[in-house]
């Protein structure tokens, strides 16, 4: 198919433009969505999961920008399915040009141009219009490269496409070491748009846990993380908290909901809103909820490990004791919430507003601060020795106490509470 984009004057009418994004970070995501919002372009399809391919294509995006950064594998696929469905839409690949082994991967899938991954607003902006007006392939190496994906592997084999359905994927590693531009880390959170996590509507009505049925990893850790979670409550002689409303809601069904709210991007579905309810002890692990609400709900002791909640509200909610062990809570609103002695090992809080909430005693192991506000955040008592992308700016701006631990290099503040 070709993409009718340009006005007679030779310009991009962005208007009509729909982008394509795949990154499994939040930061670059979010970097996109502001840089195109500004053109006020007809549509930006974001998603992390590369299954979402196949029904993104369908909605006709103009050109797609494709960010490996993290996960390969993931990416690959992601574009393999996008050419199943076109196979001359421009794609620009983020990365390094002088990447041969990224490059070895990608160029034989077909690949308009390379974009530098620490790129401004105007720059993409610019890339992106050079690809769609004059889009010309990148030459294929003359050999191409044995890997990953070509070399045997026991279960399963290469994915394969088959028009409306989405191939199966092995697990995938959700790592990502992409550092957010200086804006990020001065902003004050935000929120993902509805299209950043997409199930199709079969899967959402079909499976009430929805994790995404490949990743058997994901669906592993998560039982892990909730036995260790039992065993620790159970050595302090405590059970988990049943909030009064977890037994009158069918939680499951909402959630489900949800996801077609977010596929459909309000169309169908419903959005999920929790507000001033008390789940205390409710199971929500590994469930999508991308925006949804938990304004001043009360999430005591509950178990929402390796959970999707990007951009959700919890201003003022009561996360204590709460299992958030590997949850992405990219750009989500935390401001004034409490989450004394939760467990946030391995969580993703990239970009999100923590402005006066509560961590003391959290366990933040692995936990990713990268660009998050933590204005007023009280973490005394508490021990980040062991997280990831926290900076002295963002350090100077909380609450701390003697008992507080930092990685190394960083210092508290002049003035301990």
Same mark, same amino acid.
């Given at each position: ?15 009509? &433009? ?35 391919? =196949? ?10 920008? @494709? ?7 993931? %990416? ?10 076109? #196979? ?14 990224? !490059? ?65 994927? #092995? ?7 992409? &550092? ?5 880390? =001065? ?9 950043? +996590? @997409?199930?199709?509507?079969?899967? $959402? ?9 490949? /990743? ?9 993380? *909730? ?16 909030? *009064? /409303? ?7 069904? +909402?959630?489900?909901?949800? %996801? ?22 409710? /199971?929500?692990?590994? %469930? ?10 009360? !999430? ?40 004394? !002695? #939760?467990?946030?090992?391995? $969580? ?55 008992? =507080? ?9 002049? *003035?301990?509470?």
């Amino acid at each position: 198919m070709r993409h009718p984009t340009m006005l007679h004057s030779g310009d991009i009418d962005w208007k009509t &433009v729909r982008v394509l994004l795949f990154s499994r970070d939040d930061g670059f995501r979010f970097l996109v969505r502001q840089t195109f919002r500004k053109l006020n372009v007809r549509e930006i399809l974001s998603t992390s999961v590369s299954a979402d391919a =196949t029904p993104m294509m369908g909605q006709g995006p103009d050109i797609a920008l @494709l960010d490996p950064e993290g996960d390969l594998d993931m %990416a690959q696929a992601f574009l393999q399915r996008v050419r199943a469905a076109d #196979a001359d839409m421009p794609v620009l690949l983020i990365g390094a040009s002088s990447d041969k082994e990224m !490059l070895g991967r990608f160029l034989p899938l077909g690949l308009e141009g390379v974009v530098p991954r620490r790129v401004s607003g105007h720059e993409l902006t610019h890339r992106v219009s050079s690809a769609m007006k004059n889009p010309s392939r990148l030459p294929v190496p003359a050999v191409k490269p044995v890997t990953a994906l070509d070399r045997p592997v026991a279960p399963p084999p290469v994915p394969t496409v088959v028009a409306g359905h989405a191939a199966t994927l #092995a697990p995938l590693s959700r790592s990502s070491s992409y &550092v957010p531009p200086p804006p990020l880390s =001065t902003r004050t959170g935000g929120r993902l748009d509805d299209g950043d +996590i @997409l199930e199709t509507p079969a899967q $959402a009505k079909r499976d009430y846990s929805l994790i995404d049925e490949a /990743d058997d990893e994901a669906r592993r850790l998560a039982e892990k993380r *909730k036995k260790r979670w039992l065993e620790e409550l159970a050595r302090e002689g405590k059970a988990p908290k049943k909030g *009064k /409303d977890v037994a009158t809601l069918d939680v499951s069904a +909402i959630v489900a909901a949800h %996801a077609l709210w977010l596929h459909s991007q309000g169309a169908e579905g419903q959005r999920a809103v929790f507000n001033q309810m008390d789940l205390g002890g409710a /199971d929500l692990s590994g %469930a999508i909820l991308a925006n949804a609400s938990f304004r001043e709900v009360d !999430l005591s002791d509950a178990f929402m490990a390796e959970s999707r909640l990007d951009g959700a509200d919890f201003r003022y909610a009561v996360l204590g004791a709460a299992q958030l062990g590997g949850a992405n809570l990219g750009v989500a609103q935390l401001r004034h919430a409490d989450m004394r !002695l #939760a467990n946030l090992e391995g $969580a993703q809080l990239r970009g999100a507003d923590l402005s006066g909430a509560r961590l003391s005693g959290a366990k933040l192991d692995g936990a990713d601060f990268a660009g998050a506000t933590l204005m007023g955040c009280d973490l005394s008592r508490t021990d980040l020795s062991k997280v990831e992308n926290l900076t002295q700016g963002q350090v100077g701006k909380t609450l701390c106490s003697l008992e =507080t631990r930092l990685p190394p290099g960083l210092s508290r503040p002049v *003035k301990d509470c």
